[in-house]
């Protein structure tokens, strides 16, 4: 009998396949995934944050369920139906601002920034934009030619884009962590003020760097670049896809530092796992011109009946003050775990750099050594490949960084045992457990 795996090699376009290692899911609930064999794997990816609400949640189900049945057509096009324009009111309300906003419906993160980025080209008439160095907003379009781990990859930059660095806390530049912060905001304000046709059209930011690595900025650092983007007249599109919505501990990530961005892209979870984006601003912006960001089933019924019942469950059960608690007792057990309390004899502890993030947004650096701080990528590899085996789905980021965001109703006992399968992981690969042959074929982000 052919096997799921064999099938997805002759099936399945290499261009869309990320894999770190043969991992194969049949079903899921909660905060856990079950493989054919029936084998539980607790899930510390959500689908990179897209499965926020964990597999199966009742609320998800039973709106989409409601809306496949009752379908008034399959997108809001060229038709008005409740659900689409209630999940934009919802967004209203929910995403601080002043004035008059609108909000564009899409499938995914990469369509929203995009949209977002030929928005403020257009009703500027600029074409700069500035981005972060290593920042990812998308797999498509303008917003991958402005993706710097895009680039990074070999992919072609958008001719326009200015990347300035981002502040890395673990690694700053020449001359501590302060000359870092004073070097990226001063390489923004010239951005800014440098573009072609008098300036920049935009500033897009991640308020926490994800597929970059998990880098956590400094507090303070969003609303000094946002302080720099008033005086230059140019807005801030702050991407909440991956990091927004519950998961640090705060509805919005750009909270943490009492930001009111002028636009706000959001993605991944606010489907539950279903296809749907949104960008929120201002309507000088996101009104004209009319049809210019087409989609057919963008803001069909079935997605954004999901969203709204995605963004009833973030208040009404307060994942974000869950994930919060949530995340301080992740981080306190991966705390002990580089602090040598661990399995074996702590020896995890001598290649774990780094422990960061806020709510359920965590990364754990992996080094050669804690005193030169020389990242492990290898290491990276094989980690998340022995944590598969040992029955947890974890991937890296930044090439050396384990990147845990699971879903957001993990339970206490779940983060628990997945701390203990991540100590055992990383021991188990710093001793050979895992071969260079078996992690080959994944050649992972």
């Known amino acids: 009998m052919t096997s799921l795996l064999e099938r997805d090699a002759r099936a399945i376009a290499g261009i869309e396949k990320l894999r770190f290692f043969p991992l194969e899911v049949v079903s899921g609930r909660g905060a856990v995934l079950y493989d054919p064999a029936g084998r539980e794997l607790v899930d510390l990816s959500a689908t990179w944050t897209a499965s926020g609400l964990g597999h199966g949640h009742p609320a998800l189900v039973e709106a989409v369920a409601a809306a496949v049945r009752t379908a008034p057509g399959s997108g809001g096009l060229s038709a008005i139906h409740p659900d689409s324009v209630g999940l934009a009111e919802d967004l209203l309300d929910l995403v601080p601002g002043g004035g008059e906003r609108r909000v564009y419906l899409g499938h995914a993160g990469s369509d929203a920034n995009d949209v977002a980025l030929r928005a403020c080209r257009n009703a500027s008439g600029r074409r700069t934009v500035v981005a972060f160095e290593h920042g990812y907003h998308g797999g498509l379009g303008s917003a991958m030619g402005v993706s710097g781990q895009q680039v990074d990859a070999g992919h072609t930059a958008d001719p326009d884009v200015v990347f300035v660095p981002y502040p890395n806390p673990f690694r700053p530049g020449p001359g501590g962590l302060m000359a870092d912060v004073t070097a990226s905001l001063a390489a923004i304000e010239a951005a800014l003020s440098g573009g072609s046709g008098g300036g920049a059209a935009c500033l897009i930011v991640e308020p926490i760097l994800a597929d ?48 009111v961005p002028e636009i706000v892209t959001f993605g991944k979870a606010i489907g539950g796992g279903l296809p749907l984006s949104a960008t929120v601003g201002p309507a000088a912006i996101l009104d004209h011109p009319a049809g210019s960001a087409l989609l057919t089933t963008a803001g069909n019924p079935v997605s954004t009946a999901a969203g709204r019942a995605v963004l009833r469950t973030l208040v009404t059960e307060d994942l974000a003050a869950r994930a919060d608690t949530a995340g301080r007792r992740f981080r ?114």
């Open 212 to 259: 970059g690595g998990l880098v956590v900025p400094p507090d303070g650092f969003l609303r000094r670049v946002h302080d720099l983007c008033v005086a230059a007249g140019v807005p801030l599109i702050c991407d909440e896809v991956k990091m927004g919505l519950a998961r640090p501990g705060t509805l919005h990530a750009f909270e943490h530092d009492g930001v």
């Open 332 to 445: 306190s057990l991966l705390g002990r775990i580089a602090d040598g309390h661990g399995a074996d004899g702590g020896r995890s502890a001598e290649r774990i750099g780094d422990v960061r993030g806020r709510g359920l947004a965590i990364g754990v650096e992996l080094v050669r050594d804690r005193d030169s701080g020389t990242p492990d990528p290898t290491l990276a590899q094989k980690v998340v490949y022995r944590a598969w085996q040992l029955g947890a789905v974890v991937y890296y980021v930044g090439g050396n960084v384990l990147e845990i965001t699971p879903p957001l109703v993990i339970a206490d006992a779940e983060i628990d045992r997945a701390a203990d399968i991540l100590d055992h992981a990383i021991s188990d690969a710093i001793g050979g457990r895992v071969s260079d042959e078996e992690v080959r074929p994944y050649a992972g982000w």
